[in-house]
């Protein structure tokens, strides 16, 4: 084969291609089998039992994948390697699990030999399999079949369009499942502690906001000398500035002390409160850091003030802050 760059690009919109339409005809074949499954394992959940995905070759890195998604959404779930099965780890079942069980022909020796056994420790079985008609899909309780007419392997024989509409499949259940509990963004917080991802959705932008000599706050009666001066010994842009009951009255920036010195040169002299910016945009101490990263994005300020309950400025988020913390 030619290795030009026409050719090889055409080689490989031709393989994604293939692949995407196994997915989009598994989507438009859905049907009752998906429908049962769902409500399947909401009753195996509601129960408090768990899922089981078991399958060879490369179906495993799929079930372990899909039951790292449903741990990772509350949803205990655990890999069954099918030959592990036979030798003793049938012992992670248990009676009232739920048991998805993945091969693309549906007549996988190894996978077809643990049905009876997972039967008879009172598990509900699911066929999620390639062919509908097969002893697999035959002699599960839910046949969940998925459609690919034809491998993106110019042999025909690596699994590739099926193993993408397998895992696509698996997916749309952990997600329709997702919805259909209400799990919200705090609930996925909780499985996802650690990292950029645990950091995004559990930071507080009080853990991150600038506070103490960092964080510039003055009243609105001092002149814009002390609070150009305030301004440069936080090392910060803006200040916050405060009314007589300690609430927050406005900010004065850099960029505002520039524009009012081509106006007025007598401007350090004058007070501040006649040059800030009245209203502006706040947020709480308590929200998250990934909700001020959004306000951020939406109304492009280069910093937020932050609140506590009584519109009192407790801190100051600069915008550049963000990416060195990660939430990004």
Do not use: W
């Not at 917080?189 to 600038?210: D, F």
Request: with cysteine; net charge neutral; hydrophobic share 40%.
């Amino acid at each position: 084969m030619q290795l030009d760059e026409s050719t090889l690009l055409a080689k490989a919109r031709n393989c994604l291609e293939l692949e995407a339409e196994a997915i989009m005809t598994t989507s438009r074949n859905l049907g009752e089998g998906f429908v049962k499954s769902i409500h399947a394992i909401a009753d195996t959940i509601s129960a408090g039992h768990k899922l089981v995905f078991s399958g060879i070759g490369k179906n495993v890195p799929i079930c372990q994948k899909l039951a790292g998604t449903f741990n990772s959404t509350g949803v205990p779930s655990i890999f069954l390697d099918p030959v592990q099965a036979l030798h003793g780890d049938l012992g992670l079942c248990q009676e009232g699990d739920l048991a998805f069980l993945f091969s693309n022909a549906g007549e996988t020796e190894d996978v077809l030999r643990i049905m009876t056994p997972l039967r008879r420790m009172g598990l509900k079985l699911v066929a999620v399999t390639g062919k509908p008609g097969s002893t697999l899909a035959r002699e599960a309780d839910i046949n969940l079949p998925y459609q690919a007419e034809k491998e993106a392997c110019p042999l025909g024989l690596a699994p590739t369009s099926s193993t993408t509409a397998a895992m696509a499949l698996g997916d749309a259940l952990a997600m329709v499942y997702l919805e259909v509990r209400g799990f919200t963004r705090n609930d996925f917080a909780r499985y996802h502690p650690a990292g950029s991802l645990g950091k995004a959705l559990l930071l507080r932008v009080a853990e991150i906001m600038r506070t103490g000599d960092s964080f510039a706050c003055a009243s609105d009666s001092v002149n814009v000398r002390d609070a150009v001066l305030t301004i440069s010994n936080a090392r910060c842009g803006t200040i916050a500035l405060t009314g007589a009951d300690g609430r927050l009255s406005g900010v004065f920036s850099d960029g505002d002390f520039r524009r009012a010195s081509i106006k007025d040169e007598y401007v350090l002299q004058r007070p501040v409160r006649d040059y800030m910016t009245r209203n502006p945009r706040t947020i709480s101490a308590s929200a998250l850091a990934v909700d001020a990263l959004r306000t951020f994005e939406k109304v492009k300020v280069n910093a937020l003030i932050a609140v506590d309950a009584e519109n009192r400025p407790v801190g100051l988020l600069d915008g550049q802050d963000l990416p060195r913390l990660r939430i990004v």
